[in-house]
């Protein structure tokens, strides 16, 4: 039967807009590995983490969506080898660029290449597999997070681990009034050195449960140089991320509030999974 063309033309426009919001916030923060690596310079409890791991396996391991390479260059100066995966043109070449100033021996160990979650097919396994800091929040769809899924199961050895951390849905910040700017003071940006006024606005889609925050850079002098960047996205609420790990072949061996073993609470910023092929 087919749907009355109000609701359908309401549908078309929902996928629309749903489609555009993740395409573009999953890209526009991306599109400068300089920036991401001043804005996130001073997160490194999660490198800590992921490099321990790391060197408890014995490697290889394979990163999913390495980014500009903080955590994969970590793994690869701790002594283990590391194969890192990432979509976004700059975070990668930014990644090589830093991997290229090692002293030989570390670079040899960290390979970089272009792939996503959804669709890397490697002819290898590994004892490892981690997507440290939000990357399956990228994931939109529950078709996509299955195709995750099966690219982790793909890639891991029958006894390895997959570990990853996503932000907790916050109820409080998904309630915010999206028209509401939330100042976040000055910030230089790597692009021309100058101090940008910044604030954030968001928006949640309770059905797709994809935020998006608009991260707003004025810029002092000239109104021409502001820009606005955003960023989308996907909610994991804890027991819907655990129902979909069981139902896609993990077991969890533990679900944190946060990278030394605390409970999940009101607290939380990131919950921290470590899973099994069950
Ligand atoms: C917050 S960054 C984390 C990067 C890195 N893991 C780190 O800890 O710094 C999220 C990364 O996921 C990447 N990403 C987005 N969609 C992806 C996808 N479908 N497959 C793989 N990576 C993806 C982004 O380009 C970005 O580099």
């Not at 570390?106 to 390979?111: F, H, K, Q, T």
């Not at 960047?229 to 129902?243: G, K, S, V």
Request: net charge positive; aromatic share 10%; glycine share 6%.
């Amino acid at each position: 039967m087919a749907l009355p063309s109000s609701l359908h033309s309401y549908w078309t426009e929902m996928a629309r807009r749903k489609a555009i919001r993740a395409a573009t916030g999953s890209e526009a923060h991306y599109e400068d590995g300089r920036y991401y690596d001043q804005a996130y310079r001073r997160r490194r409890h999660d490198v800590r983490f992921y490099t321990e791991l790391a060197v408890h396996s014995g490697g290889p391991v394979l990163e999913l969506g390495a980014g500009t390479g903080r955590v994969a260059l970590a793994i690869g100066k701790a002594g283990i080898e590391v194969v890192g995966v990432e979509p976004m043109a700059p975070m990668l070449a930014r990644a090589c660029e830093r991997r290229d100033k090692l002293p030989r021996a570390a670079r040899d160990r960290i390979e970089l290449r272009s792939g996503t979650v959804e669709r890397l097919r490697l002819r290898r396994s590994f004892p490892l597999v981690i997507a440290p800091f939000n990357v399956w929040m990228h994931l939109y769809t529950r078709e996509d997070i299955e195709r995750g899924f099966a690219t982790v199961r793909h890639h891991l050895e029958p006894t390895g681990r997959f570990v990853f951390d996503v932000l907790l849905p916050d109820p409080s910040s998904l309630a915010r009034e999206p028209s509401r700017r939330y100042l976040g003071g000055r910030v230089p940006h790597p692009r021309d050195g100058s101090r940008y006024r910044y604030s954030e606005y968001f928006s949640y889609d309770p059905f797709s449960q994809i935020e998006t925050v608009m991260m707003d850079f004025e810029h002092p002098d000239d109104d021409r140089l502001s820009f606005c960047t955003p960023l989308t996205q996907r909610q994991f609420f804890p027991a819907e991320l655990e129902a979909l790990l069981h139902y896609n072949g993990f077991a969890i061996e533990s679900h944190t509030g946060d990278f030394k073993g605390a409970a999940i609470s009101a607290a939380t910023e990131s919950q921290v999974v470590v899973a099994r092929l069950r």
